[in-house]
């Protein structure tokens, strides 16, 4: 037989393999327990001879089940199962169903288990491939020898790992079934060796498509496998259940929550999550995700050959696989999102982040997405290392695709979105139909909001997530593609550097791009909460000023104290580039939208006429109501706002877009020195109109003189002026108050009396003003009443304006008294008449 099968010598050893009664020795040790576990030729499931196979698993069988054998017989029992696996030509099995494998691929390799591993090898796919009985032969050895009780009787992997057992597992007793787990928890590891690893991944392939060759968790997991997976004993199959379907029914009930039914004792859940964990190291030790998704993994990953790569790759092709594969890999997701200690290679990256900060979540016996979570929100810590960075990142990607991927999320929300957002699977999509509903029940003031709280609270926490990565907002990240390779190709992506990048050149993106940046910069200022590098950079600020702020209104409490001494210089910059921002255009700042929503289309419907959705107006709206204030024709609230927009635009020219747009010839050429200090205190607007008499474009010309009538209603306005006059406005003008140009007026009373001293600064740049004002008035006559009333007032000659208007006014009157009495006189006679 050996020699018509094989070309190699006929050995004794053959004829144990096919019938026990050759061999005393098992006979005599085993008699007993043979006897006992009824494991004789007359229990055989078909007529045929007995063989060493058979009463081997039947006694194997009755070990896992927990019986007693024998120390006697457990020894000669090891004996030949290590025999069996040191030498394949003991098992006529595999010589009828692999010989030619043996030839082709594993020739010459006949001791210590060499051909086996061999074989193992070339079943994984590394090394050509095999037919399917000899895939099966192979299975029925590895069930027959049981390596997984005791990884000693495989010769091949006992030698090859070796020394990282003496290293890794010396805590662990020979012989016991953790050791296979320990090294397996090893792998990819500075103490793993090359030929260790092989050899451990070879037969932990043939162990994962049999749950009862993994002794543990056939242990622990009998009694659940029994009860809800209808399993039978070790040494019996069912076409129902085959052995490689009973670990996906167990990991189905590992993960359902108490509503949900029926769940697994603690043990059996441990060595579920156990068995996850190793499997996610290597995708052909799942054997579903490898069947079916064989073709997938040829066509989108051939290339990928790191560790852990494969399931990275079919996760970013999810759209692409085929049906039954992208189920898979989806459930395996949804999966890895409620426990993400199952990705074993990422927690081992991640593992000094976690014990800093995520420690307490991380020793949790039920993840429920709080891990990830956490990785998340620590994402950007010193700590971090690159490799954790990536996989928390990747894994936020693949949530974007379906939000069943997002356990929190979905947990929270999986009512809402079946109620208000059905048939929308995509992450983002999701987040935005639930966001839209929160957003318009507020507005509308609704008396119960359609979005459950809970739902709400983490429709939140995603919104946060989101905005701390492009490629975690897809339609920015498609319309903006090109622009960020033009532009920003060598700015990282964490921290929302690329968003902030395609911000600071937003006058050079292309036009789809430019408008949906506009959009996110419009939802941000309505709630800067979302504004991810604000709330980064001013993150202690904000503790500091605003603990008791409103979201809503983080960025205007921010801005009230933004000229603080204690203030950050790094969150001062930030809050002026977010207030530049807001003055391009009035639709960002929503404080002001609201203040003056009656202002804006009653003075400046001519502008809005000619704008464009997504387009900014180039603080066009706000250059419009600054001339209603210096005319005082807005309502009080929206007074107030477009005052304090002049304030601040009076100390920085960068906050005025229309000054910065007319103005940047004269501002590079007469004031060059002052745009270039670092702290910007109005010396910029100072130096234009001390140069008016320079400027020559007429823009520009006409944006300075709105400046100076500006000035001229308050003096808040002109910063140089009321630090040079603080002095004499709270000693002449303190019950005076502050607008329409009441301080202004007492000032320039105080100019004119002879018995008032002012300070000598102060003095002087009045009278700078004057002549400002005068050469204003002679080149823009005054547009209106309250115009000319202003320049009357603020005029050098205005006691003498005033005494000819009053002379004027009384004439007028003696006039028109003289004609009343001629025309009463007159109608008298007619009377009479």
Partial sequence: LCHEHMEVNCHPGKLIAQDYKVSYSLAKSCKSDLKKYRCNVENLPRSREARLSYLLMCLESAVHRGRQVSSECQGEMLDYRRMLMEDFSLSPEIILSCRGEIEHHCSGLHRKGRTLHCLMKVVRGEKGSVGPNCQQALQTLIQETDPGADYRIDRALNEACESVIQTACKHIRSGDPMILSCLMEHLYTEKMVEDCEHRLLELQYFISRDWKLDVVLYRKCQGDASRLCHTHGWNETSELMPPGAVFSCLYRHAYRTEEQGRRLSRECRAEVQRILHQRAMDVKLDPALQDKCMIDLGKWCSEKTETGQELECLQDHLDDLVSDCRDIVGNLTELESEDIQIEALLMRACEPIIQTFCHEVADNQIDSGDLMECLIQNKHQKEMNEKCAIGVTHFQLVQMKDFRFSYKFKMACKEDVLKLCPNIKKKVDVVICLSTTVRNDTLQDAKEHRVSLKCRKQLRVEELEMTEDIRLEPELYEACKSDIKNYCQNVPYGNAQIIECLKEIKKQLSTRCHQKVFKLQETEMMDPELDYTLMRVCKQMIKRFCPE????????????????????????????????????????????????????????????????????????????????????????????????????????????????????EEISSLCAEEAAAQEQTGQVEECLKVNLLKIKTEMCKKEVLNMLKESKADIFVDPVLHTACALDIKHHCAAIPPGRGRQMSCLMEALEDKRVRLQPECKKRLNDRIEMWSYAAKVAPAEGFSDLAMQVMTSPSKNYILSVITVGICVLFLIGLMCGRITKRVTRELKDR
């Fill in 549 to 664: 702020a409103d979201s809503k209104n983080m960025l205007q409490c921010l801005k009230q104290n933004k000229n603080s001494e204690v203030m950050d210089p790094k969150c001062k910059q930030m809050i002026t580039k977010r207030q530049i921002t807001q003055n391009t255009d009035y639709r960002l700042n929503p404080v002001l939208r609201k203040a003056c929503k009656a202002d804006i289309p009653k003075f400046c419907q001519n502008i809005l006429n000619r704008a464009k959705d997504d387009t900014e107006l180039e603080g066009q709206v706000i250059s419009c109501l600054k001339l209603k204030y210096a005319d005082q024709r807005l309502s009080p609230d929206c007074e107030d706002q477009i005052r304090v927009i002049i304030q601040e635009s009076a100390l920085d020219y960068r906050l005025d877009p229309q000054l910065q747009m007319h103005c940047s």
